[in-house]
């Protein structure tokens, strides 16, 4: 039986009941839809650089990625600017810039590339056949691998706590509201509040569609494959083989960092990605190309308006700032490069100038002593990072990071990068593409280290990038033939893979994607066969194929929809504790379009409903505080671990009881959840709420909090 999917997020009018509405609200029907939008900007990205490359097929990809996230990116950020934010906009929106990419006019079918000098790497457009085969098993072995994944994880709730404090409701309220406004953070830390969120907008295009978050949880999982073909063409550059630096894309992207990264609905794998296609697009042979600006350009502009921490990163790209020099860029390729970063990611700055006159707001930016932007806070280095054992375990023993044995074969290959390259110090100075990959990663830790004001290995994911880059400049110093380039590629992708999960994970996702490679290569192997023959067989696996899917979708799709629902309080309890339990009595007893209050919590995502219709509002206690730009600074120089406390602090300082209930009214909530934590026990709503019992009524109460009816 089809199973009805909520209608707020599809159809902003009710719609009488008719088989055809039935249908078209199904759960099926609306992930086929959805998978359409997504083959649209496919198709749409894959013509304009197809039509535009002369290069082969795994060098484009990484381009077709880029293009593909930019169209989903402006299909909602465009909107979402105008205040005509809607599923419906989003998918217009969608189909239009797909459509504007598939019929763009080119001047010739396949433009020419400016002939690179010899002595560089080249991306023929014929690729030889071993290289081919070993990239296409790798792009199916990864497939199977990270579907796995995903069928396994379909049924757990969202999980983790930043996508619970912003990520996701941010994306929520865009779609409730229609408009890509402020998402405040109260209680946590008020730059996420103000950072840019294009993963977010990335979550609002999965969810958008669907209704619920069954895909949008996955939102980081298509950042995986730009991170594969960014790495691969960014190793391809070093001088190694095809089919080399495909194994060390796959090693990258099956890592623990990466695969474990996948799982957790955050965007730290979309800012990988986005430097990756940054640092490949300085290979010599692309910066000569027509896309050459356009890539830069939109690589840079994309990382930015990913988030803040961006900003680590970005002196990176310095080392490389001679590749256009080296090009013979001419003025029009600069006009085209420089100001795409400020139409992609300007708007997210701009926003905060005009709102705070501090385009980084809440953080206070100050040079040689004096404060140019003022904010409400200054960030110190995390008190983890403080001494060399705490940040090597930091970078090899957490989830987060790149394990022992891996870590070392990188360390090694940087190691062997800088052997080889004492005997070409002139080429390197010549070179940015290898200048980066060497520099960058100590750089980047450096950078990391004295300014991260929160000790999580995820920042510096760009620099992990670079060290597999890095392998490719030993590998190919070392290893001149194809066949020893294979195997050092291989033993790094193996020790990656083997080190990625757990070992019964590892088995089963090995086995699924063994599985796929195999079926995947056997396909391949039909295209080979005489005509007569294979147009035959082709249609009766394509057949039996869409067969399987329409029925494992049939029984699987809604069934994954109801687990969710049915297993999100266990889930929930194990990271979040009694508080699962008044999100699940909120989201099952409460009406679901009716404003909720909340206080002292920073997680709010699970209390818009399994529809995410509810809208879900905080109303400040403080005396004259609308908003977080309102408050005054915070004390002090504060490391990550201290920045919530001191934010509840300053939020819940100097309560206007008068105040409090008159905007409470104005918000139109009918019921408020009150939670209680460690830092604030006592929060002052509780206070007011007691000495007004007329207009308060408990309806659940545990040592989480109370939820509470408001009469008017």
Request: a positive charge.
């Amino acid at each position: 039986m089809l199973q009805k999917a909520p209608a707020s997020l599809f159809h902003p009018l009710p719609l009488s009941s008719t088989p055809l509405v039935e249908l078209l609200l199904c759960d099926e029907f609306r992930l086929l839809y959805a998978t359409a939008l997504m083959a649209a900007a496919i198709a749409g990205a894959s013509r304009f650089i197809n039509r535009r490359l002369d290069t082969d097929w795994p060098d484009r990809a990484a381009d077709i990625a880029l293009l593909v996230f930019i169209i989903q990116y402006l299909a909602v950020g465009l909107p979402g600017m105008l205040g005509i934010l809607s599923p419906v906009t989003i998918a217009l929106s969608t189909i239009a810039l797909s459509a504007g990419f598939f019929f763009a006019p080119c001047r010739a079918h396949r433009a020419a590339i400016s002939k690179p000098p010899s002595a560089l790497p080249t991306a023929s457009p014929i690729l030889p056949k071993l290289d081919r085969r070993i990239i296409i098993a790798c792009i199916l072995f990864a497939a199977g691998y990270l579907g796995g994944m995903i069928v396994h994880q379909a049924p757990a709730p969202v999980l983790a706590n930043d996508a619970h404090t912003y990520h996701f409701p941010a994306a929520v309220r865009w779609l409730q509201t229609g408009r890509i406004g402020l998402y405040e953070t109260w209680f946590f830390n008020p730059a996420n509040t103000y950072s840019p969120l294009a993963g977010s907008t990335f979550i609002a295009w999965w969810l958008a569609p669907l209704g619920n978050d069954i895909l949008a949880k996955f939102a980081q999982f298509p950042a995986l494959a730009l991170v594969f073909f960014a790495t691969l063409r960014l190793a391809r550059a070093m001088g190694i083989r095809a089919g080399a630096a495909g194994n060390l894309a796959l090693g990258l992207i099956l890592s623990q960092p990466f695969v474990r990264q996948a799982f957790i609905e955050k965007d730290d794998l979309y800012l990988a990605a986005f430097f990756a296609a940054a640092f490949a697009a300085i290979a010599p042979e692309r910066m000569k190309d027509r896309l050459a600006p356009w890539r830069v350009g939109a690589a840079i502009g994309m990382a930015l308006a990913t988030k803040y921490t961006a900003l680590m990163m970005l002196p990176l790209m310095l080392l490389a700032m001679d590749a256009p020099f080296r090009a013979k860029w001419k003025f029009r390729q600069y006009a085209i490069a420089l100001p795409i970063p400020l139409l992609l990611a300007g708007p997210w700055f701009i926003r905060n100038a005009l709102l705070t006159g501090n385009p980084l707001f809440p953080l206070n930016i100050r040079l040689f002593g004096h404060t140019i932007f003022p904010g409400i806070l200054t960030t110190a280095p995390s008190l983890d990072l403080r001494s060399p054992a705490s940040v090597w375990s930091i970078l090899t023993r957490h989830d987060q990071s790149m394990p022992i044995i891996p870590t070392i074969a990188l360390l090694l290959g940087l190691t062997a990068a800088y052997a080889g390259a004492i005997a070409w110090r002139a080429a390197i100075l010549r070179a940015p593409r290898i200048r980066i990959c060497l520099a960058g990663p100590p750089i980047a830790i450096a950078i990391f280290v004295l300014t991260s004001p929160y000790p999580e290995a995820r920042f510096i994911y760009p620099a992990l990038v670079l060290l597999a880059g890095a392998l490719a400049v030993a590998i190919n110093a070392w290893a001149r033939h194809a066949i020893a380039q294979l195997i050092a590629a291989g033993v790094f992708a193996l020790a990656c893979i083997l080190t990625g999960l757990s070992i019964e994970w590892i088995g089963m996702f090995s086995a699924i994607a063994l599985a796929v490679a195999l079926l995947g290569g056997g396909a391949l192997w039909l295209l080979g066969l005489p005509k007569q023959y294979r147009r035959r067989v082709i249609a009766y696996e394509t057949a039996m194929l869409l067969s399987g899917l329409a029925i494992w979708i049939y029984v699987s799709f809604s069934a994954a929809i109801k687990a969710e629902h049915s297993i999100a309080l266990l889930a929930w309890r194990m990271p979040y504790g009694q508080s699962a339990d008044l999100w699940q009595f909120i989201r099952d007893k409460l009406p679901p379009t009716e404003p909720l209050a909340y206080t002292n919590s920073t997680y709010t995502y699970a209390m818009t409903g399994s529809d995410l219709r509810r809208p879900v509002v905080y109303v400040p206690t403080r005396h004259n505080i609308r908003h977080l730009h309102d408050l005054p600074p915070l004390p002090g120089e504060l490391p990550g671990e201290r920045i919530p406390s001191q934010a509840t602090l300053a939020t819940f300082a100097d309560p206007d009881p008068d105040q409090w209930l008159a905007r409470l009214s104005e918000s139109g909530a009918t019921h408020i959840a009150v939670f209680i934590n460690d830092t604030v026990p006592t929060p002052p709503e509780l206070a007011i709420i007691q000495a007004h019992p007329e207009k308060f009524r408990a309806l659940y109460s545990n040592p989480a909090g109370t939820v509470y009816e408001i009469s008017r």
